[in-house]
């Protein structure tokens, strides 16, 4: 039997969280492990051991919303990935959210093989957007990229992996690709991290487009 990816759901639309779940049971990839109105519910559920490969959260959300969901989240269960599935497309919610520690977003009024892509991007390569939102995010987060650390002294195989890492590779990809294992490509990103003092990814990425640090062309 092919491998399910755990999956669960934060809405506190009854109807949108039943028309999530129904949608996401005819994927044959996910299996739903629960579902929750908010962010209360979403702690109470992984804290009794239902901790999932990826979880769907809305943004607005009473008790503990979508931004302070994904924050505890980020603290406690790094391992889970976030998907934000919410009605705020400008850039700056966005932004928003990707600093709280989101993986991808999609709009509530996305066609259903949209959320599926991006339930696989955010699953496999950590991180998704869609096409018409990237370059727009991309070039307001590096409004503020000289506001980080000059980042004169990272070393050329930490170069390498920013570089596949802005071409989209997942974490299994580049790992091939350089002949390493998933937990050297930690230490290179804890290592960059904290050169740069940058740790969402797509921050760290805008870095290094901006300052010329990767070539993502060639």
Same mark, same amino acid.
């Given at each position: 039997?092919?491998?399910?990816?755990?999956?669960?759901?934060?809405?506190? #639309?009854?109807?949108?969280?039943?028309?999530?779940?129904?949608?996401?049971?005819?994927?044959?990839?996910?299996?739903?492990?629960?579902?929750?109105?908010?962010? *209360?519910?979403?702690?109470?559920?992984?804290?009794?051991?239902?901790?999932?490969?990826?979880?769907?959260?809305?943004?607005?959300?009473?008790?503990?919303?979508?931004?302070?969901?994904?924050?505890?989240?980020?603290?406690?269960?790094?391992?889970?990935?976030?998907?934000?599935? *919410?009605?705020?497309?400008?850039?700056?919610?966005?932004?928003?959210?990707?600093?709280?520690?989101?993986?991808?977003?999609?709009?509530?009024?996305?066609?259903? #093989?949209?959320?599926?892509?991006?339930?696989?991007?955010?699953?496999?390569?950590?991180?998704?957007?869609?096409?018409?939102?990237?370059?727009?995010?991309?070039?307001?987060?590096?409004?503020?990229?000289?506001?980080?650390?000059?980042?004169?002294?990272?070393?050329?195989?930490?170069?390498?992996?920013?570089?596949?890492?802005?071409?989209?590779?997942?974490?299994?990809?580049?790992?091939s690709k350089m002949y390493?294992?998933?937990? *050297?490509?930690?230490?290179?990103?804890?290592?960059?991290?904290?050169?740069?003092?940058?740790?969402?990814?797509?921050?760290?990425?805008?870095?290094?487009?901006?300052?010329?640090?990767?070539?993502i062309m060639k």
């Amino acid at each position: 039997m092919p491998l399910k990816y755990n999956i669960a759901i934060a809405d506190d #639309h009854l109807l949108v969280r039943k028309g999530l779940l129904s949608l996401i049971k005819s994927f044959d990839d996910f299996e739903v492990v629960f579902e929750a109105d908010d962010g *209360t519910g979403v702690v109470e559920n992984i804290s009794n051991g239902k901790v999932p490969d990826l979880i769907i959260l809305d943004i607005n959300m009473p008790k503990m919303d979508g931004y302070k969901t994904a924050q505890w989240l980020r603290e406690n269960y790094p391992q889970s990935r976030i998907l934000a599935v *919410t009605m705020h497309s400008d850039k700056y919610s966005v932004i928003h959210m990707l600093r709280c520690g989101i993986n991808g977003y999609i709009s509530k009024t996305a066609e259903p #093989h949209e959320l599926k892509k991006a339930c696989l991007a955010v699953i496999k390569n950590g991180f998704y957007l869609p096409d018409d939102m990237s370059g727009a995010i991309i070039n307001e987060i590096s409004k503020v990229g000289a506001q980080h650390k000059p980042a004169d002294d990272i070393g050329a195989r930490e170069l390498q992996f920013l570089e596949l890492l802005a071409k989209g590779m997942s974490y299994k990809e580049i790992a091939s690709k350089m002949y390493l294992s998933p937990r *050297t490509l930690d230490d290179y990103k804890r290592s960059i991290s904290k050169k740069t003092g940058i740790k969402n990814r797509i921050e760290l990425v805008s870095f290094a487009i901006k300052n010329g640090l990767v070539n993502i062309m060639k």
